[in-house]
């Protein structure tokens, strides 16, 4: 159907449920006026409301308040697409598509209103109904144990869900235009029987959805599903089966545990990944086997993901191969397969250059690094011997080597020892990496094979621009260079070669074309070596735990930053990253957990008690939010011991722990005057005020100040007539500078 098709027919169609709307109103008025009691075939009640011309955008879409979005939603829509279709296919029922969009008020109006009105949900009920949303309304699909957590804005269905239909459906019948709130009737054989957007009243919307179902002439065919037994629903794609299949595997015992899940191995064509899911993340060892054995055999699509889940646990190579060969297999008609096994095979199963084991075990006998002078004159006399040896001894190698070395380094720094003369280091820095290109290419004519040859090459002809160069002599250097390196050169090499892999896969995915996991394999083991490496930095940790996000290698990422975290325990940047990672995939009940583990493996817990007592002032602030006192009582406690124990450690961080202590004194103190409990109240206020005066104005992570806190406090005092107490909270805000003290300070 082309676009001017749609448009007409959408047109038509509302042109036709005004025309029924107002045949109907004329009928019910006479009806009325002749006093006739209504008959079995007069029009069904209006739902929704009219366009008129009282009904602004708010009359007609009121936006949800707290206690309808409070209430369920009675609307059943089905998980995927694929399900949809084949419910439909079994029961002769039409598809009934649903888009909404956050933020837009009629959409708004549809998810925390209608969507929750049994009215509505008998409307829709004859449909298969399903809901399209690019929006994440919970930060995870799943918990650890593989159980669903529902949406809450759609109620049977997860985010991951409602956010994958909805390409589907842009694609086949949204015309590119992704607008919203939307409702499209599907027919068997898929074409479009109504397009409804933009129309200015619900009522028109739902006599055009009931006359969708009104005027087809196709029987539906009932499906009996309650008087089933469990066992025998596994086949079925239908959300209700899913749903009671799902709870019997949780409520049942081993035996029928078993059953079920034989049960989806003999029905892969349904699709029954939540209940694979359950068993691959349940605590039977041997039914976790069973599922991932299931999930070597699957074919479909809408097992990518449980697969790639799946590898996270630890199980032997026969098997992880197994479940990447199925990745592989689902990827010949599905991009994101075939995506997660390349990504899988570089990380799991290919094979490097580099072996990272073989340099943990050599960096931890290496000497310790000596600080070297980079001063110029520190430089030029050190290339200065080693020119003076080359010299006399034209015909070693291992001379030219170590001029080419002198000489690079200085070229290197040569416009930071030059600051008076850019121009002058400029030109300087272009004859210094000449000459130690000649002196290197000297060395290899003499026979040499040593990897630093390649290794000044390389590192040469990066800084001057040539990275061509550059990655073909940092691929040769690496293959020959000893584990165990801790200089400069070994350490740029690796990053040089790093970055020679990460431009093939960035190249190969911006031409939509299959890359090698090998590629990926090499830079993930020189990176792994980097973040051992003494001249690692954090930059590198950060941009290679991005890059891992981005290949959608979460686990994988997830450790490697909580190792980036112990190896650089003061990088800010990477504990953020640490903490919204936490919260993302998480929740904030693991977040303190993780840095109890994390300062268990570090040699010295106290580097990282300032961030951990930063997380734990990030997960009372949040129980605040949630009016979970108690809980916030203990984080907060944990928090402050936390920050002395960042004092203890390191003195220089006495002043932003001090503030941050005062804080939660005052945060706790807030929730205890919630408590009605006014004497710790004032105990902490008056310690809080004491710790750090100054923060009396600043506002916590839930946006209120020490001062406001006391103010509200030092009211109550007075009307119980604390006199005692109010005395010394005077005193104390007394202290105080008033300005920090106004109730509306920013």
Known sequence: ????????????????????AV?????????????????????????????GPDVGREGMWPAPTDEDWAKPVLITFQRSWDDALAISKETNRAILCCINMDGEIASEHYAGVRYRQSDVAA???????????????????YDDAGNRILCPRFGSVTCGEHIAIEPILYEKYLNGDRVAPRHIMVELDGSESYDMYYINDTASVFDGIREGITNRNIATTPVVRGDRPAVERVGSRAIQDREVVEKAYRNGDAAARRALLEQALANADADPVELLRLAVFGLDSDLSKVARKGLTDATSAAATDLIAEALRVPMDTAERDALITALERIGATSRRAAWLAT?????SGGTSEVDPERWKAALSRADPVVTQSYERHALEQSRSRRNVVARERPEDPIAQVELAEATLELALRAESVETENPKHAKALQKLLYHDARTAALAAEKLGSTDWRISAVLSRAAYFEGDVETAYARAETAVKAMPSGETGWNAATVLTIFG?????????????????????????????????????GTVEQALWYYDFLDW???????????????????????????????????????????????????????GDLAWFAGYASMVAADVRRRTRNGDKAVAAYG??????????????????????????????????????????????????SFARSPSSAGTRDGVGITPGETAQMLLARLKSTERTEQVAQLEEALGKIDPELLLPDRP
């Not at 929740?587 to 109890?596: D, F, R, W």
């Open 551 to 605: 290949l959608r290698a979460r686990h994988r990422a997830g450790t490697f930053l909580e190792a980036a975290v112990v190896r650089f325990p003061g990088s800010t940047v990477l504990h953020q990253r640490l903490r919204i990672r936490q919260l993302r995939t998480r929740g904030i009940g693991n977040l303190e957990a993780t840095y109890t583990r994390l300062m268990e493996q570090s040699e010295n817990p």
């Open 499 to 535: 970055e020679s892999r990460f431009k093939a896969i960035k190249s190969a995915v911006k031409q939509k074309q299959k890359w090698s996991p090998e590629w990926l394999a090499d830079l993930h083991a020189a990176y792994t070596v980097l973040l051992q490496h003494p001249r």
């Open 343 to 347: 990504v899988q095979r570089g990380l």
């Open 638 to 687: 944990r928090a402050i011991a936390h920050f002395e124990a960042a004092i203890a450690n390191n003195a220089l961080s006495r002043i932003s722990s001090d503030n941050y202590i005062a804080l939660m004194l005052a945060g706790r103190a807030r929730v205890k005057y919630q408590q009605s409990d006014d004497d710790a109240a004032l105990s902490d206020v008056l310690a």
């Open 1 to 20: 159907m082309t676009t001017q098709q749609n448009q007409s027919a959408r047109w038509h169609l509302v042109g036709a449920i005004a025309l029924a």
């Open 23 to 51: 045949v109907g109103l004329v009928s019910t008025a006479v009806a009325q006026d002749a006093g006739d009691a209504p008959k079995p075939d007069d029009p069904p009640p209006t739902i929704g409301t009219r366009q």
């Open 123 to 141: 409307l829709y009920a004859p449909y298969v109904c399903v809901i399209a949303s690019v929006y994440r309304h919970n930060p995870r699909d």
